[in-house]
Nanobody, 115 residues
């Protein structure tokens, strides 16, 4: 069983910033691609940002230039720095890790952006 624990969500005004964290109880953490996804009410779960073991990243077009994904392999943690937040960023944000062809999920953390 892969355990992922997200933190850092909350309520923020439009234009503000939040940093999400995801701690992963896996080893070796550095070997596995990780990602952040989000799901707004009534919508499907969409990819926000992904980072592979070598550090390469890719982002959804809607967050490019505003969000940054990073990882600290010494702490088994992946981060999502979110700047210039918009009301449409409101969603439950999920951390995910890819191991052996399987995708595992955390329980999610709620981000609410008020206008």
């Amino acid at each position: 069983q892969v355990q992922l624990v997200e933190s850092g969500g909350g309520l923020v005004q439009a234009g503000g910033s939040l940093r999400l964290s995801c701690a992963a109880a896996v080893s070796p953490f550095s070997s596995y691609p990780m990602g952040w996804y989000r799901q707004a009410p009534g919508n499907q779960r969409d990819m926000v940002a992904r980072i592979i073991s070598g550090g390469s990243t890719n982002y959804a077009d809607s967050v490019k230039g505003r969000f940054t994904i990073s990882r600290d392999n010494a702490k088994n943690t992946v981060y999502l720095q979110m700047n210039s937040l918009k009301p449409e960023d409101t969603a439950v944000y999920y951390c995910s890790i890819f191991i052996g062809g399987m995708q595992y999920w955390g329980k999610g953390t709620l981000v609410t952006v008020s206008s």
